[in-house]
């Protein structure tokens, strides 16, 4: 479970499923476990079902790598 923190870590985990804990909701939720699609200077995007969540790394509290078996 690698913890990720700075916005360089999020763009080495690109394509890699992570978990995610956010302060304040987006799109109604404050946990996510979904693929890292894109990492950009301010936010980074998750796939969650068919549609992107594009999340700022502000309001993330916690986020780790996602260990598959």
Do not use: C, M, W
């Amino acid at each position: 479970d690698r913890v990720l923190i700075k916005p360089a870590h999020f763009q080495k985990a690109v394509g890699q499923k992570i978990r995610v804990k956010t302060r304040v909701p987006i799109e109604g939720e404050t946990f996510f476990i979904a693929p890292l699609v894109s990492a950009g200077g301010e936010t980074f995007d998750l796939q969650v079902g068919d549609a992107a969540v594009s999340v700022p790394y502000r309001y993330v509290k916690q986020a780790n790598l996602e260990f598959e078996f």
